[in-house]
């Protein structure tokens, strides 16, 4: 597998394979993917914009993910604003990098694709912090929530509602950039 770095185009060239892998992820209904088709659409022109994808040796999309600049008139900028107190704003959202999705295809799960994914992500965001929702979730058992403490994100919000999801999120955040001890081998990100 190749972990590449993709531009708005690469993305939306592959949104049917997105919104794929996104729908096995994440275990939703097929109407629901239909409208999230439209979200990404529109989320490749935010400012700040980055993405990321895993290609299996045959081109297949083994996972993705992508992120922006966080920033008032963002749905989800606003929603978690609303939540958080005057300093908390100031610290979080003030120069913020949102990670919209990070998705890998469940049977690629469990080798390290999400890690490669995120620290990537991470190494091309701009912003002195960096934010994500996940569901509430064991944090023990949860993949996606061992990934995210292991890179040092803390509770920003928990058991927090989104309007128009029965489920509670968890609002994680982490100073940027990211600094880590470069692991002898790690693969890097090749051009497309």
């Known amino acids: 597998m190749r972990l590449v770095a993709w531009q708005p185009d690469d993305l939306l060239r592959r949104l049917d394979d997105v919104v794929t892998v996104y729908g096995e992820a994440m275990g939703y209904r097929q109407e629901l ?18 993405a990321v994808a895993t290609l299996t040796t045959d081109g297949r999309l083994a996972g993705f993910g992508y992120g922006y ?19 908390s704003r100031e610290q979080w959202l003030a120069d913020c ?9 469940p049977v ?16 091309m965001a701009d912003g002195r912090t960096v934010l994500l929702s996940t569901p509430e979730a ?28 029965e489920r509670a999120f968890a609002i994680l955040g982490r100073a940027l950039p990211l600094v880590e001890r470069p692991a002898e081998n790690a693969p890097g990100i090749v051009g497309i």
């Open 69 to 87: 600049t966080s920033g008032p008139g963002q749905w989800w900028h606003d929603q978690v604003r609303s939540a958080l107190d005057e300093p």
């Open 108 to 123: 690629a799960q469990g080798h390290g694709v999400g890690a490669r994914q995120l620290r990537a992500l991470l190494a």
């Open 33 to 50: 993917l239909q409208t999230r088709r439209g979200y990404i659409g529109a989320h490749v022109r935010r400012p700040g914009f980055r």
């Open 138 to 165: 064991d944090e023990q058992k949860s993949r996606a929530w061992r990934l995210y403490r292991r890179f040092g994100f803390v509770d920003v919000l928990r058991h927090f509602l989104f309007p128009g999801d």
């Open 97 to 105: 990098f949102e990670v919209v999705e990070l998705h890998v295809r």
